[in-house]
């Protein structure tokens, strides 16, 4: 019975409440990106960027890490109004930010449409401002586009998607303007702290229904 109430308290603590990270400088400056022009060429060719907010960053990110034609993904903030945000601030809710990834892809190995479907399966769409026990506008759900194309694909593909789900999808399509990458602490996270709690209660999971359900789309 106390396993069960100390499992409970967690789970409603939220995602980067249950985590009890002091960062070494948590005002540290973040990387700011302010193009909107998403095509780069690399050794790989031409690749893409989507800008997506799911809630917690730390589950979205090691999720779309998994896939084929993903060649980079950052955690970190869109959609507000205080340049060079922190983390703390963004935790207030008030900077209008979300929790975004910034995902690289190879459009030649994985479409944006392919991306976006996934998007849509991997987090709760319908819940305004939160995602499980996350709450607040930095956990709602959002598509930043780079493009008018990415814009049309996006809305498509909420429309689409909307068959999957009985409550309406609140997820935004808004422009692109600015990424700020979050601190150093929050990259990578899933895969450098497997053993955290929150990873291995409510991230594990997720990525476990995720790589079974898109197998043919896992990196080998």
Not at 7 to 13: F, G, H, K, N, V
Not at 30 to 57: H, K, M, R, V, Y
Request: hydrophobic letters at 35%; proline letters at 6%; one cysteine or more.
């Amino acid at each position: 019975m106390k396993q069960a109430f100390l499992l409970l308290a967690l789970l409603s603590a939220g995602c980067h409440s249950a985590q009890n990270v002091t960062p070494k400088n948590d005002s540290t400056m973040t990387t700011s990106i302010a193009t909107p022009d998403t095509n780069t060429t690399t050794l790989l060719g031409q690749t893409e960027i989507a800008t997506l907010g799911g809630g917690c960053f730390w589950c979205v990110e090691a999720i779309f890490q998994d896939l084929k034609g993903v060649v980079k993904v950052e955690s970190g903030y869109s959609g507000g109004h205080v340049d060079n945000p922190t983390y703390r601030e963004i935790c207030t809710g008030l900077t209008g930010h979300a929790e975004v990834i910034n995902v690289t892809f190879d459009p030649s190995v994985i479409s944006y449409r392919e991306i976006l479907e996934i998007f849509f399966t991997v987090h709760d769409p319908t819940t305004l401002n939160r995602q499980g026990a996350d709450t607040g506008p930095q956990y709602r759900s959002a598509i930043f586009f780079h493009s008018p194309g990415q814009k049309t694909i996006a809305e498509e593909a909420k429309q689409s998607m909307q068959t999957i789900w009985d409550d309406p999808i609140v997820t935004e399509i808004t422009p692109f303007d600015k990424f700020y990458k979050a601190e150093d602490y929050h990259q990578n996270y899933f895969k450098d702290n497997p053993n955290q709690p929150y990873c291995s209660i409510v991230i594990a999971p997720k990525v476990k229904k995720f790589r079974q359900q898109y197998q043919n789309k896992l990196k080998p």
